[in-house]
């Protein structure tokens, strides 16, 4: 167990296999906590560092070469496959929507390939794998269904996606054919991210978590199993992250999904016990402890490595995206202390 | 058991005794949705509603008029309390505080009584109480330390209530005593009320979903216990009312609150598996579930009351409050459903 190659270490925990010790990134760990973000960005849009190959491996390696971490996530959005399409986006910051999705008409808008927009994010993730080598594993990422659907719907994201939500009373068959066109948009962001060599991929469900279970099963975990049925046999492991879900964590485990990433809230140990070996657990460090003293966020970490030694396997990683004000110390003592744990 | 008056049903309900059907009424069934409403705010702002006894009597009796609910829930808000201290704040239409309570030194700006500022909600309810006399439950209710402090600690309230969880981190000696402070201020905003005749009080923990259970624990819920703690004995029933909290619902039930408010994510059957017989439950319709056909919301009533009857007690209510885009006539198939069930 000495010998594992970063790459290595990360297939093996995703798929619940023996490792040195857990592998460790950090959503988000590309991003404006680093001061070398944030020059780039000073002369490059969001949009224009995603679809710009050369600023999109750049940033993708920043974070790697201060920490060394086990895995590099390709700099890119879970919109941008939108953008491709007929959906007018703007970032500031947050996402909006100069023409939402909103009713049946507006679904042809959705028609097209979505290969032109992620052509930058592909070619991102060709040029990493010939800078990095085959021991540091790339991972691709997607928006899931409901989520595409909720940013795409709403002009400014209503708090609770409230329009989506109401749509799923009032307009089921809307919904479930806008969820079955994102399904189809999720899934061929993933496939041509696989082709391009990444060696996992995330499914971002930032607002599952506003439905009830039975409801989730119904709209968003039935497009999310679709999406995961749909990738080529063989496919390189899934991990599904879905915000704020804690009352969702069974659903999440049943919908083919090799890691659930649960956010910060939850009790890594517990949740471990209730998806017992279906899957193995990503996370879960509170964003904002890494505000605390190295020693603090050291503890934090054996902490979680022992809860997380009851998963079938462990991901080591924030709850949820690391935060702007973050300090680069913080990060540095989380990894740091990721790596002198054993697993 | 024919022969309960609404306010004996909620008071009963409330504390686990036997009822001839749960109580009824819904969070904010004052509001946008109801033209009336949208009138008296078409001449006076929010804040105006607030401070004069006459208008914030007529809005809060709107609902009851058209429905008969089982309570009537007094027109106010929870930000009311601080804006006799030094906060200013503006709704437009959502909370902005123009100078956030930041640092220790700060603090001073909280200092004063809140009765002041509470004097046209305590007005308004002993109005409330000549005009509806003994038989109709008032309901006075406050925000929870924890939320008060988030919504005074920034100018614009973050997602996720970032700045506050930070200095969980970074200044919990400036947390500890900030929420010290809102919990003195919470006490007094529900005792005012109770002295002005309010039959129950809910206490609204809208943002300590945020927290893992250690560290509501450690903080919101310290603060939460003390509050309770210092009504005076034998006070009228509390309601706990925390939204996005599916994984704090055994630590809600230990505050010494009778009554859980539970949102619309959770399952009411499991939530009354989990809490046992500590506390009565209230909720838990999706308020997006209004804009289905009455027939929906009768079968969802006839649910939530099945479901229901395995709590110690039940109030029935929304997860949340009413939608401003919510149909009349689905408050009205609510009401009616509810009414028409058996406990």
Redesign the interface.
């Known amino acids: 167990m000495e010998d594992l190659t970063a790459r290595e270490r990360f297939l093996r925990a995703c798929r619940g296999e023996e490792v040195d010790r857990p592998p460790v990134w950090l959503m988000r760990q590309a991003g404006r906590y680093l001061p070398e973000y944030r020059e780039i960005r000073a002369r490059a849009s969001f949009l224009e560092a995603c679809a710009d190959p050369e600023l999109a491996v750049e940033i993708s390696l920043q974070p790697y070469r201060r920490f060394g971490m086990d895995a590099v996530i390709v700099f890119s959005d879970i919109l941008i496959p939108l953008t491709g399409l007929g959906v007018s986006l703007d970032f500031a910051p947050g996402p909006s929507v100069a023409n939402p999705i909103e009713r049946a008409s507006d679904l042809e808008r959705l028609a097209g390939d979505v290969a032109p927009a992620m052509e930058p994010t592909c070619e991102a993730i060709r040029r990493l794998r010939a800078e990095l080598g085959p021991e540091v594993p790339i991972l691709g990422f997607a928006g899931a269904p409901w989520t595409l659907a909720a940013y795409a719907s709403e002009a400014k994201l209503s708090r ?1 996606v ?1 329009r989506l ?2 749509s ?3 307009e089921p068959s809307f919904l479930d054919a806008l969820l079955d066109r994102m399904a189809e948009i999720t899934t061929r962001t993933l496939e041509l991210q696989i082709e391009a060599g990444a060696d996992a991929v995330q499914i971002f469900d930032t607002w599952a ?5 039975p ?1 989730f099963r119904r709209f968003a975990g039935r497009a999310l199993a679709r999406v995961i049925e749909a990738l080529p046999s063989g496919h390189p492991p899934v991990i599904l992250f879905a915000r ?1 879900a ?2 969702l964590l069974e659903d999440l485990a049943e919908l083919g999904a090799d890691v659930v990433s649960v956010d ?4 890594l140990a517990d949740a471990a016990l209730r998806v017992g070996q279906r899957v193995s657990l990503q996370g879960n460090l ?1 964003p ?2 890494l ?2 003293s190295p020693a ?1 966020i050291a503890r934090a970490v054996e902490q979680l490595v022992e809860a997380g030694s009851k998963a079938r396997g462990h991901v080591l990683n924030l709850g ?1 995206g690391v ?1 702007p ?1 973050t300090p680069i110390d913080g990060v540095r003592a989380f990894v740091e202390a990721a790596m002198r744990a054993r697993g």
């Open positions: 609770d409230e939500v109401v799923s009373y009032t978590g506003v439905l009830s279970s409801r704020a804690a009352h910060w809230r939850v009790d509170d904002a402890a505000r605390a603090t949820h935060l004000t």
